[in-house]
């Protein structure tokens, strides 16, 4: 069975600073892709950036980068240079196979960027 | 542009009545599916739909019904509500790329308590 785990209920940045969110999956499957969405307070989800397995490339969007470790299974989000509007809920999502573009979520993690 | 639209936006039921959350997109996108987002859950997916005529279980099926009689619309009943359905639901499309990377458009959500 496919797997999201986010291990970071709560990340505190300060603006200007960069921070890692983590992600890891799980998924007997050798093509997968993974996704960042945000979710500012507001209520709306944010498509941030997407990564391949199959990828040979860490994906990068702007101030935001995956880091992907195919082997240890994690596909953490790389935020630059944090701004106060950057403060919002993230979730890492697994496409589910055969399942079209379906998918699966972790719990989330909410970033917090102070002054 | 009106992407995907759900409605209604707030509602109130009591337990054990029965009602349907609509969705629908402008934008001829042929993959849909339905989630349910609560409070330290992140988004579990519920059910969705590859095409017209076509949909299967996500992750949390039970209670809840879907049909796909057209790309438009994908609406999602409850037939007997329970308290445990007291959630924000959120609808999202998406079209096919052919390389996996396909980011979901989703609606603005319904948020549901069930008393």
């Known amino acids: 069975a496919q797997k999201i785990t986010q291990t970071q209920p709560g990340m505190f940045v300060q603006e200007k600073e960069a921070v890692t969110l983590d992600c890891t999956y799980d998924t007997s499957d050798q093509s997968y892709g993974l996704f960042w969405y945000k979710q500012p307070s507001s209520g709306e989800m944010i498509f941030l950036i997407y990564?391949?397995?199959?990828?040979?490339q860490n994906a990068t969007e702007g101030r935001y980068s995956l880091n992907f470790q195919k082997a240890r299974k994690s596909a953490n989000l790389v935020i630059s240079a944090s701004q106060l509007g950057d403060s919002a809920m993230y979730f890492c999502?697994?496409?589910?196979?055969?399942?079209?573009?379906?998918?699966?979520f972790g719990k989330g993690t909410t970033l917090s960027v102070s002054s | 542009n009106a992407g995907v639209t759900q409605t209604p936006k707030f509602q109130v039921l009591k337990t054990g009545q029965s009602m349907t959350l609509q969705c629908a997109q402008d934008m001829n996108h042929e993959y849909m599916s339905w989630y349910r987002q609560d409070p330290g859950m992140g988004l579990r997916l519920i059910h969705y739909s590859v095409g017209a005529g076509i949909t299967d279980q996500g992750e949390v099926p039970n209670g809840y019904n879907v049909s796909r009689s057209t790309t438009e619309d994908f609406p999602l009943r409850l037939l007997s509500a329970a308290p445990s359905q007291t959630s924000v639901y959120f609808c999202?499309?998406?079209?096919?790329?052919?390389?996996?990377?396909?980011?979901?458009?989703f609606g603005s959500g319904t948020q549901l308590s069930v008393l």
């Open positions: 999502a697994m496409r589910v196979n055969q399942a079209g573009t379906a998918l699966i």
């Open positions: 990564q391949g397995s199959y990828d040979e």
């Open positions: 999202a499309s998406s079209y096919s790329t052919g390389w996996g990377n396909e980011k979901l458009f």
